[in-house]
């Protein structure tokens, strides 16, 4: 995909995936070593050195961007890929991490299915996030199952069609006080049943689906 | 919570959640055997011995049913918990198992985040669910990132309004050709940028919020 640096696996894997090594350097090692190299308990017999891309937030929060997912000091590495992989088929322009779990963490990479290559992700504080955002002209919403306004509500008055970042909080404490007072608005996802409120990579796919809908209506 | 039939605590536990305990018999344990009776790594002291509902499919896919979300074959117990989670929130009636993972497994229930209590779950085999959909007179939408109609396509045309059994596929191999053709219509989440496909617990919030939201619109 252009990240590899170098690829050790085995006979087999290396035999299986020829097509993707080209260009690569591949080194042969034994099952048993790429299995000692690997985090898996069913390993895949191929591991990849890859350059970690790093880019600064000013090359993603610029005037064009349309779309951005922040996670605000996630915990679950899992959650982290998976929202990842959602804000990448939504279409966004870019995921920031604010604090919290590793991006590249091996969990987070594999719940990612990809989209860790896919997607710009950057790391940031708060502080230089929202100053970036402001500077790009997006619209900052905050989740808070506390909001008064909802997200069906934002979709009817049209503020989803703005360039938008959205901020999501961690799983067990959601975003501080500080934190929603920040962002220009505090948007609460309706809950229609008896649940308290959503997993965190599920209020991200309803958040961002609604964002990537809204913005691409006539 | 009124399923709870025994209760064994460390002394600690029983003290701090005494007010839950109410009309409940409980038996005090040691730590030790509170944390061997817990499947957690850092257990709480407190395990309940529970009824398991087992509602039948006749009693929860009635014609007064607007949203109903199926798993079939699904092997996440972590997204089978998050979607009964998400089920819930999106105010559905039902969550329907066709094969796949237990509902009732330990990790499965810790992801529901207490909804395997709030809202029904019915296992049952994929004809029995098709031939109860029908009868009550609910639309069969199933998800496929092959299908020719998008998720924003529905919503436009109005079809999401109607009362809705959603079927899901597993994580792996999505739904198979013949549940694609047994159900009313086959729907693709649109993806905007270069992810294959959503997680299976993204793709259902994103679905049941969308027919949530269609469904009460005014």
Redesign the interface.
């Known amino acids: 995909v252009g990240a590899a640096v170098e690829v050790f696996g085995t006979v087999d894997a290396l035999a299986e995936h020829a097509d993707l090594l080209a260009g690569v350097r591949a080194d042969e090692v034994s099952a048993k070593d790429a299995a000692a190299l690997s985090e898996t308990v069913t390993p895949q017999g191929l591991v990849a050195v890859c350059l970690m891309p790093a880019p600064r937030l000013e090359s993603v929060l610029t005037p064009s961007a349309r779309l951005v997912a922040a996670l605000v000091e996630p915990n679950d590495p899992?959650n982290v890929g998976?929202v990842i992989?959602?804000?990448?088929?939504?279409?966004?322009d870019a995921v920031v991490l604010v604090g919290g779990v590793d991006a590249f963490n091996g969990k987070a990479v594999r719940?990612s299915?990809?989209?860790v290559l896919?997607?710009p992700i950057v790391t940031a504080d708060l502080a230089a996030l929202l100053a970036a955002s402001s500077a790009a002209g997006l619209s900052t919403l905050a989740t808070s199952g506390a909001a008064a306004d909802t997200l069906?509500g934002l979709?009817d008055d049209g503020a989803l069609r703005r360039p938008t970042l959205w901020l999501f909080g961690s799983e067990a404490h959601g975003l501080s006080a500080d934190v929603l007072a920040a962002a220009d608005r505090a948007v609460r996802?309706?809950?229609?049943?008896?649940?308290?409120?959503?997993?965190l990579?599920?209020?991200?796919?309803?958040c961002l689906?609604?964002s990537?809908?809204a913005q691409?209506d006539r």
């Open positions: 899992g998976t992989r959602t804000a990448d088929a939504a279409g966004a719940a299915a990809g989209s896919h997607i069906d979709v996802i309706p809950i229609h049943g008896r649940a308290e409120s959503l997993n990579a599920a209020a991200a796919a309803v689906y609604a990537a809908r691409r």
